[in-house]
């Protein structure tokens, strides 16, 4: 598989420090760490303001291990993120790119919403993978964790491709060759990451709660959910709506995908020669 295709939510700082900067943010919580790029954006903003990071992930790269271990603005909490937040008090804002399935999202949502009404602070959320092929499809990279009764059928050896909702055969396409799952089937009830955030907001809006939502079509998405009656909304929607649904990022994150998938299929294809 090639390493092309760029996708960390990194790609996103500008606008994500123009929104913590607008609802002037100091404390925020991270779902997901991996390598550690976003969280030391997120942490250098920290630092600026006097806040701090609570980074979650019950298994990222040595890598962030090191570097949180000598920044002392940082907390690393090594839990699922289900666990770990239910433990926090007094975030600020939220950044969400851990597990891209509808179970994990919805209920980091709820639950970070739960915390924001307790503690009186406006919600304040970042979603990644909110596009494909994570949108309406969901991805298990701990399928065990994800109960039975909310966990789809699912392949950790097909790939999904664009404009199909059924995955191709094993060892085709955009796949995890074992690091991870995707759902058979795209599209449906409680299936990907963006129908969670449309219900979830579905569900706070019946609720009586005013809430936005932004949706930046690149690098498989990112999400901005917030309070629209907190008293920095405005600010904040001047910051991320001129990205909202952009048409040009729309066409040139679909070129962008095509072409990697292109990649994929040809060295697919020279695989197959050199193992014939």
Known sequence: MTNLLIHSMTEFWDIMLGALQAAEVRHIAEVGAEFGGTSQHLAAYTRVVGGSLTSIDPAPK?????????????????????????????????????????????????????????DQRPLLAFLHDVSWPTGRRDMYYAPERIPAEHRHPYSTDRGCTLGRADLLPPG????????????????????????????????????????AY???????????????????????????????????????????????????????????????
């Open 62 to 118: 040595q890598a962030f291990l090191d570097w949180a271990d000598q920044t002392p603005e940082v907390r690393h909490v090594p839990l699922p993120s289900l666990e770990a937040i239910p433990t926090m008090a007094n975030i600020d804002a939220w950044v969400i790119d851990g597990d891209h399935n509808y179970y994990t999202v919805f209920n980091e949502l709820r639950l970070a919403n739960a915390l924001a009404q307790r």
């Open 172 to 211: 085709e396409g955009f796949r995890g060759d074992g690091h991870f799952a995707w759902a058979l089937h795209e599209g449906g009830p409680r299936n990907g990451v963006l129908t969670a955030v449309e219900d979830f907001l579905e569900q706070g809006r019946a609720a009586g709660q005013k809430l």
């Open 214 to 276: 932004a949706h930046v079509p690149a690098v498989f998405g990112m999400g901005i959910l917030f309070d629209a009656s907190a008293p920095w909304a405005e600010a904040v929607t001047d910051v991320v709506f001129p990205w909202h649904d952009n048409a040009l990022l729309a066409s040139l994150e679909q070129n962008r995908l095509r072409n990697y998938l292109k990649v994929i299929e040809w060295q697919d294809r020279e695989r197959d020669r050199l193992s014939a």
